[in-house]
């Protein structure tokens, strides 16, 4: 096979073979060698040596390689430790750039397809996906009634329910670069957590490091996304709406990429001095000033329910409401 032929393959298995920028992406990381090691997964290190002639030593340092690359996962079987390539787009996107040794090209290169490429993309994913596979997190100390809030829509019980945390940098912002708000600040919970240690692609912290980092995020003006099932957390990643590969189409072409919360901002018109501060924390567009009354009003067709608004408002004047019943987030 020609050299660029094995990473034009290796696009393929991911479900990308008509892009032009991710065989170069996979051919920047992964040598000749190692790209025919990909291209012959699944299989144990065992099984690899075996079939190429070489010792499994030899084979297990490459597939280690590989996996703090984040190019390839691996899971225990009766066999032994069996390894893949990663699965598609988005697993290769997300490991890849957290390889600690990523040099600066490469997370050039991610940018480039960003630009190039995904928004394209990801239109045709808005058509094909039934339902966003994150949605958002409301900010947490600020939903009113507490009895309304379930336990896999409330960050601070996520955390505190949660078994190993580790932090990561947030691949967005590493790669993008256009805002200066925190990077390392993603969290990776349970298995996520432990993948991530195990990796090196992050560092374990406890509840809470974890719990300043959301207030951190959210002083910030950082959505709380997380998966987008019911008691399914595996991540709570904290996006920006300038460099997010996500809430830029959001904001800018309308994309369903990413769930609401089930709740909205009310205003209470008592308290609330227009002063306008929670304007420009919207950036979903969904607060507008009335001169005449000298208050803000919601659309809560536009609002996304994430919360942020309420940080900054200091009269109290904002609470959050369930909009949307518990069965909204897929099970
Ligand atoms: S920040 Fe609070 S007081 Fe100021 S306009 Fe918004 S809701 Fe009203
Ligand atoms: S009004 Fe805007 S900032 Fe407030 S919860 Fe809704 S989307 Fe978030």
Redesign the pocket.
């Known amino acids: 096979m020609a050299d660029e032929e094995r990473y034009h393959a290796l696009a393929e298995k991911i479900f990308m073979g008509n892009s032009d920028l991710i065989p170069s992406l996979f051919e920047m990381i992964a040598g000749l060698e190692e790209a025919d090691l990909l291209l012959a997964l699944p299989g144990t290190a065992k099984g690899m040596a075996e079939s190429y002639g070489k010792s499994e030593e030899e084979i297990q340092g490459m597939l280690d390689t590989l996996f703090r690359k984040g190019l390839v996962f691996k899971k225990e079987t009766p066999e032994g430790t069996l390894y893949r390539l990663c699965r598609d787009l988005m697993q290769f996107h997300d490991a890849s750039i957290l390889w600690p040794e990523a040099p600066r090209e490469y997370l050039d290169l991610w940018q480039r397809f960003m630009e190039e490429e995904w928004p394209a993309f990801s239109e045709i994913v808005d058509k094909i996906l039934p339902r966003p596979v994150a949605r958002i997190v409301?900010v947490g100390e600020t939903v009113g009634g507490r009895q309304q809030i379930l336990a896999y829509e409330d960050v601070r019980q996520m955390i505190e329910e949660s078994g190993t945390i580790a932090v990561t940098n947030c691949t967005c912002r590493l790669t993008a670069r256009k805002c200066d708000r925190p990077v390392e600040i993603c969290l990776q919970i349970g298995k996520a957590g432990e993948y991530t240690i195990d990796r090196g692609s992050g560092r374990e912290i406890d509840k809470e490091e974890a719990l300043a980092l959301l207030r951190k995020a959210e002083e910030a003006g950082l959505i709380h996304t997380t998966m987008n099932r019911a008691e399914d957390t595996h991540f709570i990643c904290n996006c920006c709406e300038d460099c997010c590969m996500t809430f830029p189409l959001i904001i800018n072409k309308k994309l369903h990429l990413c769930d609401p919360s089930r709740?909205?901002?009310r205003i209470d018109e008592e308290l609330c001095n227009g002063c306008g501060d929670?304007l420009e924390?919207?950036?979903?567009g969904?607060?507008v000033l009335n001169d005449e009354r000298e208050v803000v009003v919601?659309d809560e067709e536009?609002?996304?329910?994430?919360?942020?608004?309420?940080v900054v408002c200091s009269e109290g004047a904002?609470s959050?409401e369930v909009v949307r019943e518990e069965d909204f987030i897929p099970t």
Do not use: H, N, S
């Open positions: 409301p709740f909205t901002a929670c924390r919207c950036y979903f969904a607060m919601v536009e609002c996304m329910g994430c919360g942020l608004c309420q904002i959050m």
